[in-house]
């Protein structure tokens, strides 16, 4: 494979002349080091992208660095015989646009521990449409189903189902075979999630949890992306030995519960590390996610596609609220 003297990338910088992001010229020789050199088709754009891309948040741990926290491409080098020439994959999170250069560019140089084959059953487009968004949502319902949750107990309810996580949450919750709600601010997409599979849909406004520790119990499960008020809300009207997946804090961090629900319910929360995930349970998630659980409306759920020039003004409408579902970054 014959590499490109200087590509393009979205570097995000940080100096004496204040934050920046935009397209520039580099070579692989400054990207940051791995084993396994990867020419780079696709991205995708998340919340987390848009902070760092932004300034509006401490993602970036040093700096200079290419944004994109998802990519996925073909193989162009490497050092570690597992990967050969062409081969087809993709890595979410570990340290992208983070501490290391991520998939906004056409060259991405990645750790091979982290290097994921791309799974039989999913196009590289694909596997960005889901990227980490898809894989937290699928961890989650991983998490879920490893301490015992199955869809006899009940339904499970998904906060903030309009965003990437939560949208592809309905859909893969659906196609596991769980009944999955939905709870959302934006009660004009009701009409969306119930086409993704959700069979019930509740206004986030005016949706109110009682003031008892316990209250009567509503669902069996839940995959939170809010936390704050929603998710000590939550702790009191899940079903015993139900789970809570908690993957996301877009109202707060703050968590003002009681023990209760733990000791008599026998809830369970667990938490959904996504970025430090073991590899085992990666390829795990990934396989079920171009299987058993791939979403059946992923084309509807990321049905907008940009180009690395295109990324600041998708920002601003992420962090704006005016975003829904996905957005893919064609690169090359």
Not at 56 to 81: E, H, M
């Amino acid at each position: 494979m014959t590499f490109q003297a200087g590509f393009s990338a979205f570097r995000i910088r940080d100096d004496q002349s204040g934050y920046r992001a935009g397209i520039e010229t580099m070579r692989t020789d400054d990207l940051s080091p791995g084993e396994v050199l990867v020419k780079v088709a696709y991205s995708s754009v998340n919340y987390k992208d848009a902070l760092a891309g932004t300034g509006k948040g401490k993602i970036l741990r040093r700096f200079p660095l290419n944004g994109g926290i998802d990519v996925a491409g073909y193989v162009a080098a490497s050092t570690d015989p597992a990967f050969k020439e062409g081969d087809a994959v993709l890595c979410t999170g570990c340290g992208l646009s983070e501490t290391r250069d991520g998939g906004y560019a056409e060259y991405a140089r990645l750790e091979s521990k982290w290097t994921i084959p791309l799974p039989q059953g999913l196009t590289l487009r694909e596997s960005m449409a889901l990227g980490t968004a898809g894989f937290t949502a699928a961890l989650s319902l991983f998490q879920l189903v490893r301490n015992g949750q199955v869809p006899e107990m009940g339904p499970i309810v998904v906060t903030g189902a309009t965003g990437g996580v939560g949208a592809l949450a309905i859909d893969i919750l659906t196609r596991a075979g769980f009944e999955a709600h939905a709870i959302t601010g934006k009660v004009e997409q009701f009409d969306w999630l119930i086409g993704l599979g959700a069979k019930q849909c509740i206004a986030r406004e005016g949706l109110y949890w009682g003031q008892r520790p316990l209250e009567t119990a509503r669902w069996a499960g839940a995959i939170d992306n809010v936390g704050g008020d929603m998710l000590a809300g939550l702790t009191r009207v899940i079903r015993p030995y139900g789970n809570i997946a908690s993957c996301g804090l877009a109202a707060s961090a703050d968590l003002a519960t009681t023990v209760m629900p733990f000791i008599i319910r026998g809830l369970s929360l667990l938490g959904i590390a996504s970025a430090g995930t073991a590899r085992a349970i990666r390829d795990q998630v990934w396989e079920h996610l171009a299987t058993d659980w791939k979403p059946a409306h992923l084309a509807t759920i990321a049905n907008r596609e940009v180009t690395l020039s295109e990324l600041p003004p998708v920002f601003d409408t992420m962090l704006a609220g005016g975003s829904l579902g996905r957005t893919v970054v064609k690169v090359a």
